[in-house]
Nanobody, 114 residues
Framework: QVQLVESGGGLVQPGGSLRLSCAAS????????MVWFRQAPGKQRELVAS???????YYTDSVKGRFTISRDNAKNTVYLQMNSLKPEDSAVYYC????????WGQGTQVTVSS
């Protein structure tokens, strides 16, 4: 059974930064890609960024140049560094892993507001 636990969300002013973490347990973390999604109120869940087992990254257009996804396989953790945050980045952020079954974390709230 895989468990994903996100942390690092909070309230930040526009232009500020946050780093989200997602700690995984119960799976061979290093061989799987990891994904960050987000969901704002009234909107569909959207893919924000992903990182393959080999470190190849993908970003949705709206976060390119501002967000960075990374992973530390020794710590079974994936990170999302978010800079130059905008109010439209406000959402609940979820990490996701698929090892033949889909697993989601509980989510962490990010609010960007002055």
């Amino acid at each position: 059974q895989v468990q994903l636990v996100e942390s690092g969300g909070g309230l930040v002013q526009p232009g500020g930064s946050l780093r989200l973490s997602c700690a995984a347990s119960g799976s061979t973390f290093s061989i799987y890609g990891m994904v960050w999604f987000r969901q704002a109120p009234g909107k569909q869940r959207e893919l924000v960024a992903s990182i393959s087992s080999g470190g190849t990254t993908y970003y949705t257009d709206s976060v390119k140049g501002r967000f960075t996804i990374s992973r530390d396989n020794a710590k079974n953790t994936v990170y999302l560094q978010m800079n130059s945050l905008k109010p439209e980045d406000s959402a609940v952020y979820y990490c996701y892993l698929n090892n033949g079954k889909s697993y989601w974390g509980q989510g962490t709230q990010v609010t960007v507001s002055s």
